[in-house]
């Protein structure tokens, strides 16, 4: 069997949204950062899927967000621990782009979830996913991630684990 896809997984518009879209009552906490307070606003049965994906070794989820530069922050609040897919950098744009690169360059399959990093269209779009080894989600920053997308990253990511191409 070979190794999981990589996920890298933003926080803000994705995970920590205002609506989230899972017919559930939203949870909050607050996160610091350079001495500010930030709401937090994430539907539990996410984060228990989340979780339970990287425990079963569907996936190895890995942060990457702005908040990689405060892990423990999301430990915190979130209540989950992944590795950061990179730290305080002065441009986190470049570092999500890089992150995603190194994945697939490293041999892994990817699966990269961002509400604005993510590209939709294009040449960029073109190279991470050739011979569909990426899965590629930008959801909306309003709702975030929602139950149909985790169904398409659980069936990306069981898809190699099954054996099927």
Do not use: Y
Not at 129 to 134: F, H, P, S, Y
Request: with cysteine.
């Amino acid at each position: 069997m070979s190794e999981p896809p990589v996920w890298l997984l933003d926080v803000d518009g994705v995970v920590n949204v205002e609506r989230p879209d899972w017919g559930v009552v939203p949870q909050n906490g607050r996160a610091f950062a350079e001495g500010i307070q930030w709401r937090m606003r994430w539907a539990p049965p996410l984060l228990a899927r989340i979780r339970r994906l990287h425990r079963d070794g569907v996936v190895e989820v890995r942060w990457c967000s702005t908040w990689c530069a405060r892990p423990g922050e999301l430990q915190r609040v979130l209540r989950l621990r992944f590795a950061c897919a990179f730290g305080a950098v002065p441009n986190p744009a470049v570092a999500k782009l890089a992150a995603a690169r190194a994945v697939l360059a490293g041999g892994r399959r990817l699966v990269w979830t961002d509400d604005d990093v993510v590209p939709d269209a294009g040449a960029m779009v073109d190279e991470l996913t050739v011979d569909g080894r990426a899965l590629l989600i930008r959801p909306d920053p309003r709702c975030g991630l929602t139950p149909a997308h985790l169904d398409e990253i659980e069936a990306f990511a069981q898809c190699r684990l099954d054996g099927a191409a």
